[in-house]
């Protein structure tokens, strides 16, 4: 009996199984402020959703199959419908055995190629489809029916990528989100197929992908992360860093001119304007909205306020930054009198 004995990384594969990669459903509108991505690599997709099983076993003369395992993976065998794939971490040892007159000598060929004697562990390092014959010679001569076994040798890693739900926002050559932004990390594989995808966040334990990633303090974030196929190639880790903008931006209402206090009341000098004056320190102001004397709904601030009518008067502002986060309403209160004084004359006599 000869035994091919494999220590490889493997996965079964159907065959039949749609290899198109499964694109993202993510679609992120881009300008020349906001970005989707700070990374750019090949273009990527979601993990391919191959039907995959796993098993440790090796090929024998009688088609039974057993296997040891090393840190490259498993064998599992093959079939018509099935692809068996590995890479150059695999190795391959063949086991003889004769019940009567012992094993002479074992020799394996690749592909076309000349059968070869083994002597020691067979690699396979050329990328593609692979097949290894193999057979023992006792030495009263017999000779042991040729064993088959297909590969697909895949040296190429995947390629890997993230991409934010919603838009980033670059200002001052930082890339700032907001909490509600999530993060969806792809693979694509153009052979044997995506096994996993593995991150981390900052400092803490990798761990395997499953969910679109959130992140919710404060400051700067970096998320680790890289792939692995299923022959066991791993894409270079790659970095996303980003930072987390939670601060509420402020707003000021200032009058030209000071107050002029009657009775109690605050009266704004005649001509005097008002200025609305918003500032965040870090992704910046993206609007600032005013409303007045209880008007339903805020208006874009472009210039200046002014009145012209008599009256009690309220000024409300507020603003929102790059990334989504509202400041507290302002609100200014005054009184405006557009009414001049009258005098009048009259004749004193002696």
Do not use: C, M
């Not at 419908?81 to 009567?100: H, I, M, R």
């Not at 996993?196 to 974030?221: A, C, V």
């Not at 707003?251 to 005097?272: L, Y």
């Not at 008067?313 to 507290?328: C, L, M, Q, T």
Request: no cysteine; proline share 4%.
């Amino acid at each position: 009996i000869l035994i091919l004995s494999i220590s490889l990384f493997a996965f079964a594969l159907i065959a039949q199984a749609d290899k198109k990669p499964i694109p993202s459903s993510t679609s992120v509108d881009t300008n020349s402020e906001v970005i989707d991505t700070v990374i750019t690599t090949k273009d990527t997709v979601s993990p391919t959703t191959r039907e995959t099983t796993e098993s440790t076993t090796t090929t024998t003369t009688t088609t039974t199959t057993t296997s040891s395992t090393t840190e490259a993976g498993s064998a599992v065998p093959t079939d018509g419908t099935q692809a068996l794939y590995v890479n150059y971490k695999s190795t391959f040892e063949l086991l003889s055995e004769d019940d009567l007159s012992t094993v002479d000598f074992v020799e394996y060929k690749i592909n076309d190629g000349e059968y070869v004697k083994y002597t020691g562990p067979i690699s396979l390092s050329k990328e593609g489809a692979t097949t290894v014959t193999y057979r023992a010679v006792d030495k009263v001569g017999n000779r042991e029916a040729a064993q088959v076994l297909n590969f697909i040798v895949d040296n190429t890693p995947p390629t890997a990528n993230i991409k934010p739900v919603e838009p980033l926002f670059k200002f001052k050559n930082t890339v700032y989100a907001s909490t509600k932004n999530s993060y969806i990390i792809t693979a694509e594989d153009g052979s044997a197929g995506v096994k996993e995808i593995i991150y981390n966040i900052d400092n803490e334990e990798k761990q395997k992908y499953t969910d679109p990633i959130k992140l919710e303090k404060q400051g700067f974030h970096v998320i680790n992360y890289y792939a692995i196929d299923n022959a066991g190639n791993q894409s270079p880790e790659q970095s996303f860093v980003v930072n987390i903008d939670t601060i509420k931006p402020t707003v000021e209402i200032t009058e030209s001119q000071p107050f002029v206090k009657v009775n109690d009341k605050q009266f704004a000098r005649v001509g005097t304007t008002f200025k609305v004056t918003a500032k965040d320190g870090e992704s910046g102001i993206a609007k600032t909205l005013v409303k007045v004397d209880g008007e339903t709904e805020f208006k874009p601030y472009v210039e200046e306020l002014s009145f012209t009518t008599s009256g009690e008067h309220k000024i409300e502002a507020k603003a929102v930054d790059n990334v989504g986060n509202e400041s507290d309403v302002v609100t200014l209160s005054f009184f405006y009198d557009v009414k001049a004084p009258q005098t009048n004359i009259k004749a004193v006599s002696n």
